[in-house]
């Protein structure tokens, strides 16, 4: 599917120094939910190409920890010294490697995406498996009361996967940002307050 990409959140990202436009979706996300804590260690997985990095790193200050993980190489180059990017395969991904950095994290995001095919039902599954690898970190990474956000396709697995979701943080909901393109079928999952 072609977009245009040069819309206007694609082009507000290039003004302000966003390496892509889907730092909005995190920002409204933030603003809603908030996610982020000056200080907070933040896990990002799927984080190419940086602009959730970006985002984060602002918001935690230097106090604060992110690390991004990605198969991808980022686009956002110079990266603050209070920021780490591996290069990893996270369905392959040794989560217990991340713990030379902190024992637990504050909040763990996923932008994780399978790459698409334009078959609804088999993108969505290769969304949910995703979604799930990402909530199975977060259950190991995350410090009680830290937060949840990932991305998913809205499909027949979208209701069982909420169902999981409660058993681990009190609140849960699924949010549509006004950012995200009119006919993506992507939502994301905010789990808020982990049990």
Same mark, same amino acid.
């Given at each position: 599917?072609? %977009?245009? !990409?040069?819309?206007?959140?694609?082009? /507000?990202? /290039?003004?302000?120094?966003?390496?892509?436009?889907? #730092?909005?979706?995190?920002?409204?996300?933030? /603003?809603?939910?908030?996610?982020?804590?000056? @200080?907070?260690?933040?896990?990002?997985?799927? !984080?190419?190409?940086?602009?959730?990095?970006? %985002?984060? !790193?602002?918001?935690?200050?230097?106090?604060?920890? #992110?690390? @991004?993980?990605?198969?991808?190489?980022?686009?956002?180059?110079?990266?603050?010294?209070?920021v780490r990017f591996w290069q990893r395969d996270v369905l392959k991904w040794e989560q217990e490697e991340a713990r030379v950095l902190?024992?637990?994290?504050?909040?763990?995001?996923?932008?994780?995406?399978?790459?698409?095919?334009?078959?609804?039902?088999? $993108?969505?599954?290769?969304?949910? /498996?995703?979604?799930?690898?990402?909530?199975?970190?977060?259950? $190991?990474?995350?410090?009680?009361? @830290?937060?949840?956000?990932?991305?998913?396709?809205? @499909?027949?697995?979208?209701?069982?996967?909420?169902?999981?979701?409660?058993?681990?943080?009190?609140?849960?909901?699924?949010?549509?940002?006004?950012?995200?393109?009119?006919?993506?079928?992507?939502?994301?999952?905010?789990?808020?307050?982990?049990?």
């Amino acid at each position: 599917m072609i %977009y245009a !990409a040069k819309d206007a959140f694609f082009k /507000k990202a /290039k003004k302000e120094g966003y390496v892509a436009r889907s #730092v909005y979706k995190l920002q409204e996300m933030d /603003k809603r939910y908030h996610l982020f804590k000056k @200080g907070n260690k933040v896990l990002d997985l799927g !984080a190419s190409p940086g602009s959730w990095l970006q %985002y984060i !790193a602002k918001v935690v200050e230097k106090k604060g920890l #992110v690390l @991004g993980i990605d198969i991808n190489p980022l686009k956002w180059v110079t990266l603050p010294s209070h920021v780490r990017f591996w290069q990893r395969d996270v369905l392959k991904w040794e989560q217990e490697e991340a713990r030379v950095l902190a024992p637990f994290f504050d909040v763990v995001v996923s932008d994780l995406a399978p790459l698409t095919t334009g078959n609804k039902d088999g $993108d969505a599954y290769r969304s949910f /498996k995703l979604a799930e690898r990402a909530l199975n970190i977060a259950h $190991d990474l995350l410090k009680p009361g @830290g937060h949840f956000v990932c991305k998913l396709f809205e @499909g027949k697995e979208t209701k069982g996967f909420l169902i999981e979701c409660k058993k681990i943080f009190s609140f849960v909901k699924l949010f549509k940002p006004e950012s995200s393109r009119p006919k993506s079928r992507e939502v994301f999952l905010i789990g808020l307050k982990k049990k």
